[in-house]
T-cell receptor, first 113, second 110 residues
Framework: GNSVTQMEGPVTLSEEAFLTINCTYT??????LFWYVQYPGEGLQLLLK?????DKGSNKGFEATYRKETTSFHLEKGSVQVSDSAVYFC????????????FGSGTRLQVQP | NAGVTQTPKFQVLKTGQSMTLQCAQD?????MSWYRQDPGMGLRLIHY???????DQGEVPNGYNVSRSTTEDFPLRLLSAAPSQTSVYFC?????????FGPGTRLTVL
């Protein structure tokens, strides 16, 4: 079956530091890949997505590249802000079957001023 | 355009009670789903529906029922609540590979 593995958190960074949150996946076929963000007390918001190999999703300074050869979709940001503090979820969608999302366990990011 | 709405926002139940979590969307999406979010486990799929009149089980369906009589509404029923169902529940609708989540319902079962 499908699965998503994310790095354990929390990740604590100082403002303006470089961020990487690792995500690897296992899936049959060619899934679409997503990063969602959940701010405290809120629901999930789609941050970015990529639908095929070598696609790069980007939004709000965050980027992630769909790497089929390493089955990875690592999230990066060059300079984090305090307002980026949230929980980040990597997810995949099987294009065939159910189309529902399979989520990783989430990585909490804490950015200190 | 309200997107995906969920009610109630918070609920406390006693073991054995029943209740229905409401979910509605006004985007005319065919595909809707229910997830539960538990600490350290991400979101897990409970049930989903590919259109009115069609539902199917997800990863963790036990203890929950769903129905889809209209495109707009996808209620989730707990027939006999158990403490293990304490969680945050998210409803979502999907179109074109984009998943839109509701704000969530925080349920506590005592």
């Amino acid at each position: 079956g499908n699965s998503v593995t994310q790095m354990e958190g929390p990740v604590t960074l100082s403002e303006e530091a470089f961020l990487t949150i690792n995500c690897t996946y296992t899936a049959t076929g060619y899934p679409s890949l997503f990063w969602y963000v959940q701010y405290p007390g809120e629901g999930l918001q789609l941050l970015l997505k990529a639908t095929k190999a070598d696609d790069k999703g980007s939004n709000k300074g965050f980027e992630a590249t769909y790497r089929k050869e390493t089955t990875s979709f690592h999230l990066e940001k060059g300079s984090v802000q305090v307002s980026d503090s949230a929980v980040y979820f990597c997810a995949l969608s099987d294009r065939g079957g159910r189309r529902a999302l399979t989520f990783g366990s989430g990585t909490r990011l804490q950015v200190q001023p | 355009n309200a997107g995906v709405t969920q009610t109630p926002k918070f609920q406390v139940l006693k073991t054995g009670q029943s209740m229905t979590l409401q979910c509605a969307q006004d985007m005319n999406h065919e595909y809707m789903s229910w997830y539960r979010q538990d600490p350290g486990m991400g979101l897990r799929l409970i049930h989903y529906s590919v259109g009115a009149g069609i539902t199917d089980q997800g990863e963790v369906p036990n203890g929950y029922n769903v129905s889809r009589s209209t495109t707009e509404d996808f209620p989730l029923r707990l027939l006999s609540a158990a403490p293990s169902q304490t969680s945050v529940y998210f409803c979502a609708s999907t179109e074109g590979g984009w998943e839109f989540f509701g704000p969530g319902t925080r349920l506590t079962v005592l």
